[in-house]
């Protein structure tokens, strides 16, 4: 999924509450944190889980545990799957984030603004071949 440094993985523990969550995607201004049990993914919480699980639910998030309203049934990707069967998934699930992992391992996240800007950088270098090689500078 090319050679972007790896970012670190935020994460809360199913006994967080869910402003404790908030406060963690706020301070890294994150849409969305993974929700780990002995370093093993068992869900995930997003804006959207606060949105529909939280407030339309008049619940207090101060009061509620991420356990009451994470995304148990995680989809996860593979670092070798490529780009467009991410973009794939993500449509198809209507879900803006997928944990990655590696030989069984957690080792990322990547959300559809990652999606988004990997599709811009490559028809970005995609447009500058296609100037160079008009310009008659194939090696620009």
């Known amino acids: ?67 009451d309203v994470m995304t148990s049934k995680v989809i996860t990707v593979e670092t070798d799957q490529k780009i467009e069967e991410c973009m794939q998934i993500m449509a198809d699930k209507h879900i803006r984030h997928l944990p990655v992992n590696q030989n069984g391992e957690l080792v990322g996240i990547i959300s559809i603004n990652d999606i988004v800007a990997a599709i811009i950088r490559e028809q970005k270098n995609h447009i500058q071949s296609l100037e160079n090689y008009i310009s008659g500078n194939p090696y620009s």
């Not at 967080?16 to 993974?34: H, P, R």
């Not at 995930?44 to 991420?66: C, H, M, N, P």
Request: charged residues 25%; positive net charge; without cysteine.
């Open 1 to 67: 999924m090319g050679n972007k440094p790896v970012n670190a993985l935020y994460s809360v523990a199913k006994s967080n509450t869910v402003f404790e969550a908030l406060e963690l995607m706020a301070d890294k201004n994150i849409g969305a944190v993974l929700v780990l049990e002995d370093n093993k993914l068992t869900g995930i919480f997003s804006e959207r889980d606060y949105a529909r699980k939280v407030i339309l639910q008049g619940r207090a998030s101060r009061d509620t545990l991420i356990a």
